[in-house]
């Protein structure tokens, strides 16, 4: 909020780029403390409460696993522990390329492997991509 220390970034020509990684990582932030304020610290699946320092491990998941979907009343979120977290993308193996390239149907991944996975994979997910 008020932690940033450059108060004049006039005349730097790396600008742009860094601005909108910052843009973006605010944004990131910004639903993960609002998901905070609207949920308990509780893994949602695995039940352990989380505070203080180890709140960090507290991470927000996207139920239809699309960044870009926060809704003001959380209910796109879920909060996870790491753990869990990583255990629920394991799930749906599927669902990790998702997360990270987002087709543009947003189609429940199928149970049974479709000849469309190798497209998935080779359509590799934009590097850089947050997990959470
Ligand atoms: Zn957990
Ligand atoms: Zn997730």
Same mark, same amino acid.
């Given at each position: 909020?008020?932690? /940033? #220390?450059?108060?004049?970034?006039?005349?730097?020509?790396?600008?742009? +780029?860094?601005?909108?990684?910052?843009?973006?990582?605010?944004? @990131?932030? =910004?639903?993960?403390? @609002?998901? %905070?304020?609207?949920?308990?610290?509780?893994?949602?699946?695995c =039940?352990?409460?989380? *505070?203080? $320092?180890?709140?960090?491990? %507290?991470?927000?998941?996207?139920?239809?696993?699309n960044?870009?979907?926060?809704?003001?009343?959380?209910?796109?979120?879920e +909060?996870?522990?790491?753990?869990?977290?990583?255990?629920?993308?394991? $799930?749906? +193996?599927? =669902? #990790?390329?998702?997360? =990270?390239?987002?087709?543009? /149907?947003? @189609?429940?991944?199928?149970?049974?492997?479709?000849?469309?996975? #190798?497209?998935?994979? %080779? +359509? $590799?997910?934009? @590097?850089?991509?947050?997990? *959470?």
């Open positions: 909020m008020s932690s /940033d #220390k450059s108060p004049t970034n006039a005349g730097k020509p790396t600008g742009v +780029l860094a601005e909108i990684l910052r843009e973006q990582e605010i944004r @990131q932030r =910004g639903y993960r403390e @609002q998901a %905070l304020k609207i949920y308990p610290h509780v893994c949602a699946s =039940g352990r409460e989380f *505070s203080g $320092k180890r709140l960090r491990e %507290l991470t927000v998941h996207h139920r239809d696993h960044h870009d979907n926060n809704p003001p009343d959380g209910s796109n979120w +909060l996870l522990c790491v753990y869990c977290h990583d255990h629920e993308h394991e $799930k749906s +193996l599927i =669902g #990790k390329y998702y997360e =990270g390239q987002r087709p543009p /149907d947003a @189609q429940p991944p199928p149970l049974v492997s479709n000849p469309f996975d #190798k497209l998935d994979s %080779l +359509l $590799k997910p934009k @590097q850089g991509e947050q997990k *959470s």
